[in-house]
């Protein structure tokens, strides 16, 4: 039988022992820091999850089914004092509630908190030059709806700028054949309000 015999000096194996086992550590402790700073960064990055419906945010968002009917109820009783006289029940078919959207039918998330603003659309708002719409938004805080303004909804759309950090919009009023108003609206001090406004002729 053969046994092998290792020539290594016993001080100069103990000492190849112990850089290896600390290499060990040092690649094991890396590895973990790297994988906290991968989970942290990833963690930084992960996307806001994004509604484009009132169904979806009933569903998940917390609160909001509440505060939804709770604005159904009372914009409910404000058609009905408003103009309970010359409209027939259900007041429901007056209006419509919705997310807030372009022409195109496009969503607008107007504080990019993920969740898009709602508006109130009725027959009742509209004009010969177009209509206007209530813009509401949920306060996630405060688990409550809050009104933040009224505009045109003629083309409306946001203009690429935020100010406050809330989008800016855009939109135009009709004045009969040969002109139109085209308006800016900036969020300021708790709603949107008009921040330009000019007349545009058409027919020169």
């Given at each position: 039988?053969?046994v092998y015999r290792s020539n290594t000096?016993?001080?100069?194996?103990?000492?190849?022992?112990?850089?290896?086992?600390?290499?060990?550590?040092?690649?094991?402790?890396?590895?973990?820091?790297?994988?906290?700073?991968?989970?942290?960064?990833?963690?930084?990055?992960?996307?806001?999850?994004?509604?484009?419906?009132?169904?979806?945010?009933?569903?998940?968002?917390?609160?909001?089914?509440?505060?939804?009917?709770?604005?159904?109820?009372?914009?409910?009783?404000?058609?009905?004092?408003?103009?309970?006289?010359?409209?027939?029940?259900?007041?429901?078919?007056?209006?419509?509630?919705?997310?807030?959207?372009?022409?195109?039918?496009?969503?607008?998330?107007?504080?990019?908190?993920?969740?898009?603003?709602?508006?109130?659309?009725?027959?009742?708002?509209?004009?010969?030059?177009?209509?206007?719409?209530?813009?509401?938004?949920?306060?996630?805080?405060?688990?409550?709806?809050?009104v933040i303004g009224n505009v045109s909804?003629?083309?409306?759309?946001?203009?690429?700028q935020t100010i406050n950090d809330w989008?800016?919009?855009?939109?135009?009023?009709?004045?009969?054949?040969?002109?139109?108003?085209?308006?800016?609206?900036?969020?300021?001090?708790?709603?949107?309000?008009?921040?330009?406004?000019?007349?545009?002729?058409?027919?020169?």
């Amino acid at each position: 039988m053969c046994v092998y015999r290792s020539n290594t000096h016993p001080q100069l194996f103990s000492t190849i022992i112990g850089i290896a086992v600390t290499s060990l550590i040092m690649m094991t402790s890396a590895c973990s820091t790297n994988s906290s700073i991968s989970s942290e960064a990833a963690m930084q990055s992960d996307p806001i999850k994004r509604y484009t419906s009132i169904e979806s945010m009933q569903q998940e968002v917390p609160g909001f089914t509440n505060a939804f009917e709770t604005l159904e109820v009372d914009i409910g009783h404000w058609f009905e004092e408003q103009f309970g006289q010359v409209l027939e029940k259900p007041f429901s078919s007056a209006y419509s509630i919705d997310v807030l959207h372009s022409d195109k039918g496009n969503a607008f998330d107007l504080n990019q908190d993920g969740l898009p603003e709602l508006m109130l659309s009725s027959h009742l708002f509209c004009g010969t030059g177009g209509c206007t719409t209530d813009i509401y938004t949920f306060n996630q805080e405060t688990e409550a709806f809050e009104v933040i303004g009224n505009v045109s909804t003629r083309n409306l759309e946001p203009t690429g700028q935020t100010i406050n950090d809330w989008l800016a919009l855009k939109a135009t009023w009709k004045n009969g054949m040969c002109s139109r108003t085209e308006f800016e609206y900036v969020y300021q001090n708790g709603e949107y309000v008009i921040s330009q406004q000019n007349d545009v002729e058409l027919c020169n």
